[in-house]
């Protein structure tokens, strides 16, 4: 069973880059088995998709964030990664990463999930 | 785009009852790609149902799932003390908003 933590900073100034890590463990992450994905929620809100990269390095982005994002793998630790540029207050929530599952497009193993807050 | 619409936003049931969620698609889908999640305070959501019918691993067979085209259902036989909680469907890249389940 795939167990997914997430890390990085709890706190983002405004207008900088919010860096996250997926570390996965119980599975390679370089399996053709699974493809990532990064999952967000806003305090008191519900879930939004922000993207996923599939075992081939193919990513897709929500249309609504793609300008800012970039996901990528790390095959020698094992590790996804997130990167959000030019964050604002809105960017402020709990940052999950997950596995998804490609013959579904369903998440089925998630992260505990890390808060990040945009703040000056 | 698909957008996914939840109804209701809160269902008030006790433990023991039925309860019904519905999510509605704005276009018809493929009911291979339809997931259902279940997200309790402070926790991540838990896979429950995924291609709208089949159970995940471990989840009691008083979760079922059901519909096809732009309508898909949640069900929960009887509610259980645990299973009072936030309920999401899934399709692709878009979640519903959620129906909360409580006492």
């Known amino acids: 069973q795939l167990q997914l933590q997430e890390s990085g900073p709890g706190l983002v100034k405004p207008s900088e880059t919010l860096s996250l890590t997926c570390a996965v463990s119980g599975g390679s992450i370089s399996s053709s088995h699974y493809h990532w994905a990064w999952i967000r929620q806003p305090p008191g809100k519900g879930l939004e998709w922000i993207g996923s990269i599939y075992y081939s390095g193919t990513t897709y982005y929500n249309a609504s964030l793609k300008s800012r994002v970039i996901i990528s793998v790390d095959t020698s630790k094992n590790q996804f990664s997130l990167k959000v540029t030019s964050v604002t207050a809105a960017d402020t929530a709990v940052y999950y990463c997950?596995?998804?599952?490609?013959?579904?497009?369903?998440?089925?193993?998630w992260g505990q999930g890390t808060l990040v807050t945009v703040s000056s | 785009e698909i957008v996914l619409t939840q109804s209701p936003g809160t269902l008030s049931l006790s433990p023991g009852e039925r309860a019904t969620l519905s999510c509605r698609a704005g276009?018809?889908?493929?009911?291979?790609?339809v997931a259902w999640y279940q997200q309790k305070v402070g926790q991540a959501p838990r896979l429950l149902i995924y291609?709208?019918?089949s159970r995940a691993t471990g989840i009691p067979d008083r979760f079922s799932g059901s519909g096809s085209g732009t309508d898909f259902t949640l069900t929960i036989s009887r509610l259980e003390p645990e299973d009072f909680a936030v309920y999401y469907c899934q399709y692709d890249g878009a979640f519903g908003q959620g129906t909360k389940v409580e006492i």
């Open positions: 291609g709208a019918f």
């Open positions: 276009q018809s889908v493929s009911s291979s790609y």
């Open positions: 997950a596995s998804l599952h490609g013959g579904g497009n369903y998440f089925d193993f």
